[in-house]
């Protein structure tokens, strides 16, 4: 009786350490728990500093918007932000205290996932499940945009129904596109010759995948990518993870935002992140399905 006893003891150990191995990693937890301990053993000087944001405007919702948002980016000419629903393909204009204040139809665009502002005028729009990237240009008079009239690049790799391109990064000084594969794998490419800006020189496109700085991402998924001209950094967002995650030049973790009630000033976690933009304050803004606003700043030194 006691051999059985023990056995069963060992059986029932043996399991509870498999399902906890296998959460773990399913979650990140390890790699997560010691990049925290890290960070608060040895701080780092060089990054960001996601850590020190507080949240300026929490859950405000949209008004006159009722699909579900995905994605952001910053406009530097416009001072204004822009996203893409999905549901009604739409590229909407929102001002920096999250008014609408444009809608643009978007036609044959399939399932617009993304947006990155890429130069004046100037917008690169993603079709998740096809894995397209289209160009498009916007002018304060442009009625509706058709894919079909816009430049386009497929790239195809790894297609996985709608787990397919999801996040959006521009480095306007590297001419480098950040393109995020949500998950199942979770990837980074930098998309180099797209979009094609000198017509006297050939088309040449170059894919690059950095697995070493990809493997270090102890999040579950990616929404959202946002680069920062200023220090160099990448900002990846999760929405599982309830975070936002700053990359270094070399695609090292330096800091994180947390999306989770308690954090950053929030009262509530953030429900379901789907786009991050960076102004060139320094400033955050973020937003969550189905239509809600957020703004993150560091306080005054």
Do not use: C
């Amino acid at each position: 009786m006691r051999r059985h006893l023990r056995s069963f003891l060992f059986l029932l150990a043996f399991s509870v350490l498999a399902v906890l191995g296998a959460a773990g990693h399913e979650f990140r937890l390890f790699e997560r728990g010691w990049f925290n301990l890290k960070s608060w053993w040895q701080p780092t000087e060089q990054g960001i500093g996601l850590d020190r944001y507080q949240v300026v405007i929490e859950a405000q919702p949209i008004e006159g918007l009722d699909d579900d948002v995905s994605a952001l980016t910053y406009d530097p000419d416009r001072k204004t932000l822009f996203t893409v629903t999905n549901a009604r393909s739409e590229l909407i204009e929102l001002s920096l205290d999250g008014r609408i204040l444009r809608r643009v139809p978007l036609t044959g665009f399939g399932d617009p996932e993304a947006v990155e502002y890429v130069g004046p005028n100037s917008y690169v729009i993603t079709d998740e499940r096809q894995q397209r990237l289209i160009r498009v240009r916007l002018d304060d008079d442009t009625p509706f945009l058709d894919a079909n009239d816009a430049e386009q690049l497929t790239l195809g790799i790894g297609l996985n129904g709608n787990k397919g391109f999801e996040g959006l990064a521009y480095d306007s000084a590297g001419k480098r596109l950040f393109v995020a594969k949500e998950r199942d794998p979770m990837l980074i490419y930098e998309v180099h010759g797209f979009p094609h800006d000198n017509p006297e020189q050939p088309y040449a496109v170059h894919v690059v995948q950095d697995r070493k700085r990809d493997s270090r991402l102890f999040v579950r998924d990616l929404s959202s990518l946002q680069f920062d001209e200023r220090s160099g950094h990448l900002l990846a967002l999760s929405d599982e993870s309830r975070l936002v995650l700053e990359l270094d030049v070399k695609g090292r973790p330096l800091s994180t935002l947390s999306l989770r009630k308690g954090y950053q000033g929030l009262k509530k976690t953030v429900p379901q992140a789907e786009g991050i933009a960076m102004d060139d304050a320094g400033t955050i803004y973020l937003v969550s399905e189905p239509n809600l606003f957020y703004v993150f700043r560091q306080p005054a030194e």
